[in-house]
């Protein structure tokens, strides 16, 4: 008899798959949860007090159930072998290069690992899709799993991840709904129970949705879809403040205060970062296309398309600003993850920005409270394909600062591109006696006093604010 009711393993020790076994091991402790990945370094990492991810909340979890029910591993013959549930959280990046380059989700790594459980299994399980992936995906890992030629049985569920980083434990803790979807006949229902029935254990059953797979797979391309969709909307309403004088903080508060809209998803920005919202509307941009829906496929990339514009405008802004040279000039850069309480930088807005003024010549400065340096680089060359090789300089180019007054010190300008926290505590009259004169600050986040920084004598320049230079009416 095993000591355990369950045993799960999860391909793929990421950004999903960590937070979310470890999430389920602390829930359920008579469930045996192994994470495996082919990259040593991140099980090591997963092994230690340094955690390879930032996430509030993660390391006491981690920390909670390690050793006990919640294992990390590179053995991941053995742990397919062992498991009843076998989740796929792999990265299923945009396409690089061949058919729907640029657009199309690469499934490649999903592929990857329903052959290995077909190679190695030894009885029959049930499949997890739990990466975000284009709509009937899981035909093609069901057709996968088929090919094994030892009889096995195996049931392939979707279950798409709704976590945002930043607030992923939270999130798993007390999620809005969890989506199953399966296969509509007696064992695919039976297995989407087995599913249901592990959520269950601190999800309340309303909140569990169950469906067929398609519907499944295609509703997490559509939730992401709609959530940028609200960001790149009051996004394109910024621009229309700043050319009018209307406020874009108090549009949003008027208008979220209809229940019928809500208040969420509308806090203008930079544009929307992370390895999920530009990736997945390109997928159901692609997905679109191929069913031969133009229409369809048009307007949601018009989603990227106002997105990529809101990033052009904030860095064409401050050249613009800082009449019209940035060459030579300190510029800080406060704030590098894509958002708060993460050192995600994938698809990060700061880095388009960095980007821009590198190539106006500027020397930038950048400080975030986690991102790592090389994390910065390995990102800037894969996204912009900008490294030392390519733009020789570069590496001097861009400074990375211990803090904010370091970063701020004989700047011309600071630029606030991530809402962390710290930033709204800054002794602001401290960084304007460091900095040079006309000392320019550009909000990309409207995190901070606009007025309190003026009447220091800083000029502001933020998202959707109007400019009091130029509205003698406000
Ligand atoms: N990051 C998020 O906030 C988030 C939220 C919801 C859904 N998703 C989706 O979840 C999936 C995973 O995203 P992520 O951010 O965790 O990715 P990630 O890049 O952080 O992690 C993926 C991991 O999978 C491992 N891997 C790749 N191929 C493998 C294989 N064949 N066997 C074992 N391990 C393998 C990689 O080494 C990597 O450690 C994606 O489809 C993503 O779109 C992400
Ligand atoms: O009002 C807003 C809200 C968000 N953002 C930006 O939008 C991006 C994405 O933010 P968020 O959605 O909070 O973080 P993600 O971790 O990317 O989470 C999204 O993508 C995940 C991966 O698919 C999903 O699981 C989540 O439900 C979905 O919110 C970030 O750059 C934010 O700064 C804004 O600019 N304004």
Not at 155 to 162: C, D, G, T
Request: aromatic share 8%; net charge negative.
């Amino acid at each position: 008899m095993s000591e355990w009711d369950l045993k799960i393993c999860c391909m793929g020790a990421g950004y999903v798959g960590g937070p979310t076994m470890a999430v389920i091991a602390a829930k359920c402790p008579k469930i045996r949860v192994c994470v495996v990945d082919l990259s040593q370094k991140q099980i090591d990492a997963w092994n230690s007090s340094d955690l390879p991810i930032y996430e509030p909340g993660l390391p006491e979890v981690v920390e909670q159930c390690r050793g006990k029910n919640l294992f990390f591993s590179t053995d991941i013959d053995a742990e397919i072998k062992a498991a009843d549930i076998i989740f796929i959280s792999v990265n299923t990046p945009t396409k690089t290069m061949g058919i729907g380059a640029g657009r199309a989700a690469n499934i490649k790594n999903c592929e990857l690992c329903a052959r290995k459980i077909a190679e190695v299994a030894e009885s029959d399980k049930i499949i997890v899709e739990k990466s975000t992936v284009p709509v009937r995906t899981a035909e093609a890992v069901r057709r996968v799993l088929e090919c094994n030629d030892k009889g096995l049985k195996f049931q392939v569920l979707s279950n798409p991840e709704f976590l945002a980083e930043g607030t992923a434990i939270p999130d798993l803790m007390k999620p809005d709904r969890v989506l199953i979807g399966g296969v509509q006949d007696e064992p695919g229902l039976a297995a989407a129970e087995k599913l249901v029935s592990v959520y269950a254990n601190w999800v309340p059953r309303d909140q569990i949705i169950t469906t067929n797979l398609w519907s499944s797979e295609l509703s997490k391309l559509v939730a992401n879809a709609f959530l940028a969709q609200r960001v790149s909307s009051i996004n394109s309403i910024s621009a229309l403040c700043e050319a009018t004088g209307a406020d874009i903080s108090e549009i949003s508060r008027a208008v979220g205060k209809d229940d019928r809209i809500g208040k969420r998803f509308l806090n203008s920005s930079i544009g929307f970062g992370g390895s999920c919202f530009q990736k997945d509307i390109l997928n159901l941009v692609y997905l679109c296309e191929t069913y031969g829906l133009k229409e369809c496929a048009e307007y949601w990339n018009q989603v990227i398309v106002m997105n990529d514009y809101q990033k052009k405008r904030f860095s064409e802004k401050m050249v613009s600003s800082m009449f019209n040279t940035v060459t030579g000039k300190k510029i800080a850069i406060l704030g590098y993850a894509f958002k708060k309480d993460t050192g995600d930088v994938r698809e990060t807005p700061s880095m388009f920005v960095v980007r821009d003024l590198v190539l106006e010549q500027a020397r930038v400065h950048v400080y975030d409270p986690q991102v790592k340096r090389e994390d910065m680089w390995t990102e800037m060359e894969y996204t912009v394909q900008m490294s030392e090789a390519t733009h020789p300089g570069l590496d001097a180019a861009v400074t990375t600062a211990p803090d904010a007054y370091t970063a701020c010190a004989n700047a011309h300008a600071f630029a606030v591109l991530t809402e962390w926290d710290e930033f709204k505590e800054l002794d602001f009259e401290r960084i304007y006696k460091s900095m040079a004169k006309p000392a320019f600050v550009f909000d990309g986040r409207n995190l901070l006093d606009h007025a309190k920084l003026r009447e220091i004598g800083f000029e502001v320049h933020a998202i959707g604010k109007p400019d009091p230079n130029k509205f003698s009416d406000l």
